[in-house]
Each structure stands twice: as structure tokens, then as C-alpha cells.
């Protein structure tokens, strides 16, 4: 069965407290029976947001990244397996954030994914083309380039455990969203390439999240479609109304 589910990335915002306090309200206002959410925190958040999350049903926690390697002279770093015994069940993987800024290429997310499931945690692989790829109409070559790179590797029971977020970057943070047609026609053919490569049963059930400048006023039409399975939300997640309204316009799909 496909999984429903809405993560929040947090990005690097809130201090401490302010986390611990967002994520206590997110918690109080949620009655979720209809699908998963996930907390994306900084770091320093993950532990405690792990711990408040811990007993409440269908919530979780995640990184929003990890390092490549497994553990040693990296420093700065944080491994899967720190993030694993923070109590965290996700990690967010490949962000446009670490693609454009730090140059991640999809060589190392490769390596990210295979630590993270190797510590039995859940990659959330983003992916999605630039504002300049669209115009030039290679958005569709540039979503399967990043998908083949970074999960064609994986088995198909690995392929079990990965979420993917496609979130166009020229719709992150700018407030401009993709049509609900333009990001069902790219999350078809995200599922077409998953299908092509691990079979039409592992595609179906796969759960693939729309991010960039989701919000209450576009969540239901974007839900609506019928290969989004729920979104990656930034902005609107540091906000626990607006994150608790956008979850529940899930409810109908
Ligand atoms: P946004 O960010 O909702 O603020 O556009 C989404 C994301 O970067 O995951």
C-alpha cells in the first residue's frame, strides 16, 4: 500500500528552543489516522524532537542530511548511524539546498542512500530540475539522470524503504508552486522510471512527495493528483498551523 505522508524540513531555522516549542505544537494540534508526518530538523533539534515524537502515532523525526561516509576524521560531519541513535527514523537525502550550494553530486547521494538504509533509516531522496533545465525542456532528462544515479544501484527490496521528493528548484521558497498538471505529469514519470527499472508492483506502492511553495491554499488541488502521495514542506512547516492544514487536506486522497 502506497504511504500518504507529509514531512516538514525546517531547513536552519529555530533555535532550540523554538524547535522544541514548534514541534510541541504540531504535535498537540495533529489528529493524524490518515498518513505519516515527519519533522525535519536541524541537528541539534533531532534528539529531543526524537524523544517528543517518540510515542505519538504515525509522527516521526529526520535529518536533513547526512555525510557519506560511515564515521572517522570528517569533521563537522554527522553519520547515518549518529542519526540512527538520535532516535530519528529519516533522513532527507540530495536536497536542491546541498546539490547547488555544496555541489553534492549524485555520486556521493549514492553513497548517502546506502548508509542510510543500511541504518535502517528512511531516505527521503529530493530531485527536480532548475528553472533554466524547464526552459530548455530537459526537466524530464534531468529528474531521470538524478533518480538512475542515486537508486538504480539498490535491489528491489531496498527500493522498498525510499521515499522521493520531487521538488522543482525554481519553486522552492520563490512562493511560485507547479501546476498541479505540471507536477503529476513529472511524478508519472518518476513512478515510469521506477516501474522500468524494480517493476510495476514496487512503483505502485512507492510514495512520492511534491515540494516547493506548498502551502493550505495549494495543498488540495496539488493532493488531488494522483501520483502525489503527499509533499516536503519547508516554509509552511515552521508554522504549526499552516503545516496542521496542510496535512489535513490530505485526508481526502
Ligand atoms: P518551500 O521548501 O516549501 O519553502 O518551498 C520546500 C523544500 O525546500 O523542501
Redesign the pocket.
Known amino acids: 500500500m502506497r504511504q500518504k505522508i507529509v514531512a516538514g524540513?525546517w531547513?536552519m531555522n529555530k533555535n532550540y528552543e523554538d524547535g522544541l516549542t514548534l514541534a510541541k505544537d504540531v504535535i498537540e494540534g495533529l489528529t493524524v489516522d490518515h498518513c505519516t508526518v515527519v519533522l525535519g530538523t536541524p541537528f541539534i533539534h533531532l534528539k529531543a524532537v526524537s524523544e517528543i515524537v517518540k510515542n505519538v502515532e504515525n509522527v516521526y523525526s529526520s535529518a536533513q542530511n547526512c555525510s557519506s561516509e560511515p564515521e572517522g576524521a570528517y569533521t563537522g560531519e554527522v553519520s547515518a548511524e549518529m542519526i540512527k541513535s538520535s532516535g530519528a527514523d529519516y533522513i532527507?537525502i540530495g536536497?536542491?539546498?546541498w546539490r547547488a550550494y555544496f555541489n553534492e553530486a549524485d555520486e556521493v547521494l549514492a553513497k548517502k542512500i546506502d548508509l542510510t538504509l543500511q541504518n535502517n533509516l528512511i531516505p527521503i531522496l529530493?530531485c527536480g530540475e532548475t528553472l533554466e533545465e524547464r526552459e530548455t525542456e530537459q526537466h524530464f532528462t534531468t529528474v531521470k539522470r538524478q533518480i538512475n544515479n542515486a537508486l538504480f544501484h539498490l535491489s528491489e527490496d531496498q527500493l522498498k524503504n525510499i521515499v522521493i521528493?520531487y521538488?522543482p528548484v525554481w519553486?522552492?521558497?520563490?512562493g511560485k508552486t507547479a501546476t498541479p498538471e505540471q507536477a503529476q505529469e513529472m511524478h508519472q514519470h518518476i513512478r515510469s522510471l521506477i516501474s522500468d527499472r524494480f517493476g510495476d508492483g514496487i512503483a505502485d506502492d512507492l510514495s512520492i512527495l511534491y515540494?516547493?511553495?506548498?502551502?493550505p491554499s495549494n495543498a488540495t488541488e496539488l493532493f488531488s493528483q494522483k501520483d502525489l502521495d503527499g509533499g516536503?514542506?519547508?516554509?509552511?512547516?515552521l508554522n504549526a498551523s499552516d503545516f496542521i492544514e496542510i496535512i489535513a487536506n490530505l485526508k481526502d486522497y
Not at 171 to 174: D, N
Not at 232 to 237: D, E, F, Y
Open positions: 524540513n531547513k532527507i536536497h536542491s539546498e529530493c521528493a521538488e519553486a522552492i521558497g520563490t515540494g516547493g511553495s506548498c502551502k516536503l514542506i519547508g516554509g509552511a512547516s
